[in-house]
């Protein structure tokens, strides 16, 4: 079974502009969590979707936004970048809640903001 | 609100045994996570803790105390492919956040 797989691998940006990022889950899983990883920070829960809807949100500016599809798959939009959103966004996809079952993350996206 | 604790740094020797310690606090504790990071990868999951007591997984077990909020993963037999970050993540019900990480230990194993 594949594992979670997210696009695209490395992004360079500059300040202002906006991203858009993409995770497909695991076949079956339709719990689909986003997390930012910063060396001074750790990784960070930014929002969790489940059936096409946000389920639970960390405590990120309303910059941060993302969606569910029908096929599980989910994307993440930051707008507006600024120099501190350079980070490694991890999302994680779990059978159907994530907050009972184990998280499985992909290989994540390095977001690099000039 | 929430805060869990981790050494930063950790180096042992090849072959040896090596214990992380975690501690949490949380209001709404459902269930420890320990994960392993290699540099530049993904988090993998590692052991899952929700009550008390030692779980058992080949080299790596893990321990959960929830009325000292307090886990330690062990690794045994320690080996250089074992050199990567170990993170625990407590998920709590609470805040309506999945989970919440610890900053990581470093473990650096030496030949």
């Known amino acids: 079974k594949a594992g979670v797989t997210q696009t695209p691998r490395y992004l360079i940006k500059t300040r202002g502009q906006q991203v858009t990022l993409s995770c497909s889950p695991i076949?079956?899983?339709?719990?689909v969590s986003w997390y930012q990883q910063t060396p001074g920070q750790g990784l960070q829960f930014l929002f969790e979707?489940?059936?096409?809807?946000?389920?639970n949100k960390g405590n990120f500016p309303g910059r941060f936004s993302g969606r569910q599809f029908s096929n599980s798959r989910s994307e993440m939009n930051v707008s507006t970048l600024e120099l501190g959103d350079s980070a490694l966004y991890l999302c994680?996809?779990?059978?159907?809640?994530?907050?009972?079952?184990?998280?499985?993350f992909g290989p994540g996206t390095r977001l690099t903001v000039l | 609100g929430q805060n869990i604790d981790q050494p930063t740094e950790m180096t042992a020797t090849e072959g040896a045994i090596v214990q992380i310690n975690c501690t949490y606090q949380?209001?709404?504790?459902?269930?420890l996570f320990w994960y392993q990071q290699h540099a530049g990868e993904a988090p993998t999951f590692l052991s899952y803790?929700?009550?008390?007591g030692l779980e058992e997984k080949g080299r790596f077990s893990s321990f959960l105390s929830r009325s000292k909020g307090y886990s330690y993963l062990l690794l045994k037999e320690l080996q250089m492919k074992d050199s990567a970050s170990y993170l625990c993540?407590?998920?709590?019900?609470?805040?309506?956040?999945?989970?919440?990480f610890g900053p990581g230990t470093r473990l650096s194993v030496l030949p």
């Open positions: 994680a996809s779990s059978l159907a809640d994530a907050t009972t079952d184990t998280q499985y």
């Open positions: 076949s079956g899983h339709r719990s």
């Open positions: 979707y489940f059936s096409e809807t946000q389920r």
């Open positions: 949380t209001s709404g504790f459902n269930g």
């Open positions: 803790n929700v009550l008390d």
């Open positions: 993540a407590v998920r709590d019900n609470n805040y309506g956040q999945n989970f919440v």
